[in-house]
Every structure is written in structure tokens, then in C-alpha cells.
């Protein structure tokens, strides 16, 4: 992982959306999964900062948290790993300590070193509370903490990075929104012309609280009409869309973020939604180590799986 302070940059591809019988518009991915194997998409843009700060304050441990299939556990014990920092993940939910080898984020995270601490649903929601947050670092030794999903304002400037001199053209750009510290990014980078369509992988849009810490600007929306009922939950017309756009573009999407956003901005299209001769550029935030974990549910109700 480097992390040197020169912009690195991901490729960007054109999907052809003839295929999909879609005449009128023209669509670009910005192919962030490529950035690095296993930091992928937005978390490496979301750690690079943190990471230099946490090296600057001689920090040698990194602690955050996250849930059993969190992408961004993975991403920090990975980064952690490349970069000498030991890393603790605070896991949510106790069931899972007896789970770690049926668990592929938790399996990769553990070989890469990270330590965990499991604790219940209950204790987790105190993960942003200083006083819980002073108790753990008591137990664990002196660490940089890094908030859950991983946003704050080093975060949101890595994210700004995404955007460079070749997404200007772009009307559109379009993201999948967790806790919305990557589109606030995108929102701060992006030109005046420019609108910024935010896909919520949860219920609600609570996030736009968390964006306007970071940016003053309002040329964006967010909408929650295509996670499918909520995070993480997935249904077959799901899974069939993301494996149909995979064997005609060769781009994978993951289930909770991506695939949810791209189905999203194939339903905008069919429907109409966008200016006529609109250049929309979708960034695909990476996300896929968590297809293997999702796979194995699947596979377990009998569903249709990720190909
Ligand atoms: C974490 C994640 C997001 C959400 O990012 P936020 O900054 O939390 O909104 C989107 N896509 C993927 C693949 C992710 O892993």
C-alpha cells in the first residue's frame, strides 16, 4: 500500500448500455476495486490519511470496528499489516468468537494479525462514546482509534481524491453511501455542473447529518429506494442483476454496496430519471471480499448465488 502523498488513481471504464437495450446516456465506472487487492475502493482513500497522521504520532496500533463482514475490517487489518501497525478489531456481536474459521472477513483480518475483541450488539452502540472509547484503550494500550465504516475528516480528504482532471466531463456521479463520509468527499471534489447521487446501502437518510459536517456544498441527494430493505439484506432479483452486469461488462459488484447502486442507476435509466445525453460516472467502491461471507448465506437458504 503506498501511501505516499502523490494522488494515485484508478482506471475508468465505459460500460457499453446498448447491451442492456439502453439507448440515450452514457455510463463510466471508476474502477476503484482495482486500487489495491485487499484495501480496496474507498476504504484505502479512507485510510490514507489516517494512516499518515497514526505513522506522524508514532502510533503502533490501529483500533476500530466493525460488523462480521465488514469491508473495512478487513481493509485496516490489511493496511495495518503492509504498514507495521498491529490492529484490533472491535467486533459487533459475542456469538461470533466461535465463528471466526466459517467467517471469510474475520479469517482474513485474523491472518493478517488483527487482534479482537468481540462485545454484544448492546456495548457496541457505545463505539463513538469517549468514555467507553477511553475503557477499551485502558485494556488495549495506547492505540489511534479509527471510527466505525472509518469516516472522519482525514477520510473524507482521501475520498476527495477520487475525483481528478478526467471526471470533470462527468454530469452525474453516483455512489454508494454507507455512512456517508465517501460522498462527502466526492460532494467537496466535484464541480460546480456537476450532481452527486448518493445509493443509501441502509434504510433512512440519516446520513446527510453526517455529510453536512464536511461539507458546506448542496449539490447533491441521497436515496434509500434501492437497498432492498436495509443493509446487507439481499433478494434474487438482487444477485441475478449483478450477475448479468458482470458477464456483460466484466465489472463484479458486491451485494451490499455496489451491486445495490448500480441497480439503482439501471432503474434511473430505464425510467427515464436522467438529462437526455447525461454522462453518468458511477464509482465502484470495491467491497468485494465480502461476496465470499455473503455466498456461504446464500448457498445456505438455497439461493441463487454471486457467480
Ligand atoms: C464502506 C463502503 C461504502 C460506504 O462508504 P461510506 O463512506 O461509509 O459512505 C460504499 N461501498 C463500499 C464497497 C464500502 O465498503
Do not use: W
Not at 148 to 156: F, I, K, M, R, T
Not at 234 to 242: A, S, Y
Amino acid at each position: 500500500m503506498s501511501l505516499k502523498t502523490t494522488h494515485i488513481t484508478s482506471p475508468i471504464q465505459e460500460v457499453d448500455l446498448s447491451l442492456f437495450g439502453i439507448h440515450g446516456y452514457s455510463l463510466f465506472v471508476k474502477r476503484e476495486d482495482l486500487l489495491h487487492p485487499f484495501v480496496s475502493g474507498n476504504k484505502f482513500r479512507k485510510l490514507k490519511y489516517n494512516l499518515l497522521r497514526a505513522k506522524e504520532e508514532n502510533y503502533e496500533t490501529l483500533l476500530t470496528f466493525g460488523g462480521a463482514y465488514s469491508n473495512h475490517i478487513a481493509a485496516v487489518a490489511a493496511a495495518g499489516k503492509e504498514m507495521g501497525f498491529k490492529t484490533i478489531g472491535v467486533i459487533r456481536g459475542e456469538e461470533l468468537e466461535s465463528k471466526i474459521s466459517e467467517n471469510p472477513t474475520l479469517s482474513f483480518a485474523k491472518e493478517c494479525g488483527m487482534k479482537f475483541l468481540f462485545i454484544s450488539r448492546e456495548a457496541y452502540r457505545n463505539k463513538d462514546n469517549q468514555s467507553f472509547l477511553d475503557s477499551l484503550i485502558k485494556n488495549t494500550g495506547k492505540s489511534y482509534i479509527i471510527p466505525e465504516g472509518g469516516s472522519n475528516h482525514l477520510a473524507v480528504k482521501g475520498c476527495e481524491e477520487i475525483l481528478d482532471d478526467h471526471t470533470k466531463r462527468f454530469d452525474t456521479i453516483c455512489v454508494a453511501v454507507g455512512t456517508g463520509g465517501t460522498i462527502a468527499g466526492l460532494i467537496n471534489a466535484s464541480e460546480e455542473h456537476q450532481d452527486v447521487l448518493g445509493f443509501s446501502a441502509l434504510k433512512g437518510n440519516f446520513q446527510t447529518s453526517e455529510i453536512k459536517k464536511y461539507t458546506a456544498k448542496t449539490n447533491y441527494s441521497i436515496t434509500d429506494a434501492y437497498c432492498f430493505g436495509g443493509y446487507a439484506k439481499i433478494d434474487p432479483k438482487l444477485i441475478r442483476f449483478i450477475n448479468e452486469f458482470k458477464e456483460k461488462t466484466a465489472i463484479p459488484l458486491d451485494p451490499v454496496y455496489t451491486g445495490k447502486m448500480m441497480y439503482g442507476i439501471f432503474e434511473l435509466l430505464k425510467n427515464e430519471y436522467f438529462k437526455e445525453n447525461s454522462c453518468i460516472f458511477a464509482v465502484h467502491t470495491g467491497g468485494l471480499q465480502g461476496i465470499a461471507g455473503i455466498n456461504k448465506k446464500l448457498k445456505k437458504k438455497n439461493l441463487p448465488i454471486i457467480e
